[in-house]
């Protein structure tokens, strides 16, 4: 019953490190999203994929780097942690059928709260 | 490009009170929209999900409508309990599944 499970839950970084968050799920979803929540805002998409093999740009790509070499496994790739990266990430999935009608909510993991110093 | 408002950014009512939750949208042409409940340090639970076909959506206590000519939705919440204190965002799909998300109201029940 794991549903979305994120790794780390907490993490400080000095500026200029690299670090992977990893993401996994275990309901065989096709859709799987990068989010970043800032205080006082609602999330915004950094990158999602349809499936494995087939990543793509969301609304805050700058700096970011993803992968999805199998379905369960999503992780966001940072290279150079800069002070405007400190954020909650979110990770989540979902279901989308070739109906529109069969599209299923959006599941989520209880994030990683990242510092950058 | 798809906006999604929420207003107020905050509201405080007595245990006990109905109460709307309101989301409005800027493009009409939406598939379906997805209510969410966000725990403080926690991660989104999805509270509903409405087709773009329906007018409303209910779980227990809560029910979602949706009115695409108008761009809004409201989620209302019958005899709140602080245990339905948290932060409740809506969201819309913006192709690809890829959901825009309001800002979220920040809702405390007082017992």
């Known amino acids: 019953n794991a549903g979305v499970t994120q790794t780390p839950k907490f993490r400080i970084l000095k500026i200029g490190q690299s670090m992977t968050l990893q993401c996994t799920q275990d309901?065989?979803?096709?859709?799987m999203y990068w989010y970043r929540q800032d205080p006082g805002m609602g999330l915004k998409l950094i990158y999602y994929?349809?499936?494995?093999?087939?990543?793509d740009k969301g609304e805050v790509p700058n700096g970011y780097n993803v992968s999805r070499s199998t379905t369960e496994d999503f992780p966001l790739r940072l290279e150079l942690a800069a002070p405007s990266q400190t954020s909650v990430y979110f990770c989540?999935?979902?279901?989308?059928?070739?109906?529109?009608?069969?599209?299923?909510?959006?599941?989520f993991g209880d994030g990683t709260r990242l510092s950058i110093l | 490009k798809q906006e999604v408002t929420q207003i107020p950014a905050a509201l405080s009512v007595p245990e006990g009170e109905n109460l709307v939750l309101n989301c409005s949208f800027t493009?009409?042409?939406?598939?379906?929209l997805q209510w969410f409940r966000q725990d403080p340090g926690k991660g989104l639970t999805s509270l509903l999900l409405?087709?773009?076909?329906?007018r409303e959506q209910t779980s227990g206590r809560l029910n979602a409508s949706l009115d695409k000519s108008s761009g809004r939705s409201t989620l209302y919440i019958a005899a709140s309990q602080p245990g339905d204190s948290a932060t409740y965002l809506c969201?819309?799909?913006?192709?690809?599944?890829?959901?825009?998300f309001g800002q979220g109201t920040r809702l405390t029940i007082n017992p």
């Open positions: 994929s349809v499936g494995a093999g087939i990543t």
């Open positions: 989540a999935s979902s279901y989308s059928g070739r109906n529109r009608w069969s599209n299923q909510p959006q599941h």
């Open positions: 969201a819309l799909p913006a192709g690809a599944q890829k959901l825009v």
């Open positions: 409405i087709q773009s076909s329906q």
């Open positions: 493009d009409s042409a939406i598939y379906n």
């Open positions: 309901m065989n979803h096709n859709y």
